[in-house]
Each structure stands twice: as C-alpha cells, then as structure tokens.
Nanobody, 124 residues
Framework: QVQLVESGGGSVQAGGSLRLSCAASGRSLSNYGMGWFRQAPGKEREFVAATSWAGRLMYFGDSVKERFTMSRDNAKNIVYLQMDSLKPEDTAVYYC?????????????????WGQGTQVTVSS
C-alpha cells in the first residue's frame, strides 16, 4: 500500500502561484508513475499532469499547459506540482495519485492509490 498526502493548497489571487506537494509513505515512489488531478464542485475529476517513474515522460492537461510544471524527488518520496499564472477556473480540490505500472497516465482509472486532496482557491 502507498499512502499519499497532499499539501500546499490555499487561497491565492489570479496570476499568483502555488506549489503543491504529494508525500508518500508505505513504499518508495521510485517505481510508480504519478499523476495530479483536480475536481471542482459539480464537475468530473480532471487530469492535470502526470509523469513516469523516472520523470522522463510527462503529460499535461490542455488547460494547464505552459502554466503548470511537475517534478518528482524519488529520494525524498515527494512529487510536486508548480502552478503559475493561476486563474479562477483552476479552483478545485487537487489530488495526487500513484500508478503501479510506472508510466503515469491521463486516465484516472489507471491509478491505484489516491491522496485525500488539497483545496486550491483562486480569486479574481
């Protein structure tokens, strides 16, 4: 089992930045693909970003490309989501997830473990 805990959420004005962290315990993340998803009230959970186990493959949702970046520190068992130029439509609960096959994916059904989420609120 992998336990994931997100942190770093909060409230920020449009144009601002936040960095989310996803810390893992239970197992090393070094063999897992990792993803970030978000869910706004009344909406489906949406893909944000993903990376393969070594960070060589990286994917981003169309709505966050060139504003968000993702990185991982396998030695520390942490994955990051750097969010810049935030917009009110980025407001959501953000979740990290782990994929045991190591590739990362856009499809949330590919993920085996999920965190509890962290709230991000962007005001205009």
């Amino acid at each position: 089992q992998v336990q994931l805990v997100e942190s770093g959420g909060g409230s920020v004005q449009a144009g601002g930045s936040l960095r989310l962290s996803c810390a893992a315990s239970g197992r090393s993340l070094s063999n897992y693909g990792m993803g970030w998803f978000r869910q706004a009230p009344g909406k489906e959970r949406e893909f944000v970003a993903a990376t393969s186990w070594a960070g060589r493959l990286m994917y981003f949702g169309d709505s966050v490309k060139e504003r968000f970046t993702m990185s991982r520190d396998n030695a520390k068992n942490i994955v990051y989501l750097q969010m810049d130029s935030l917009k009110p439509e980025d407001t959501a609960v953000y979740y990290c997830a782990a994929d045991q096959y190591g590739l990362g994916a856009r499809n949330r059904d590919q993920y085996d473990f999920w965190g509890q989420g962290t709230q991000v609120t962007v005001s205009s």
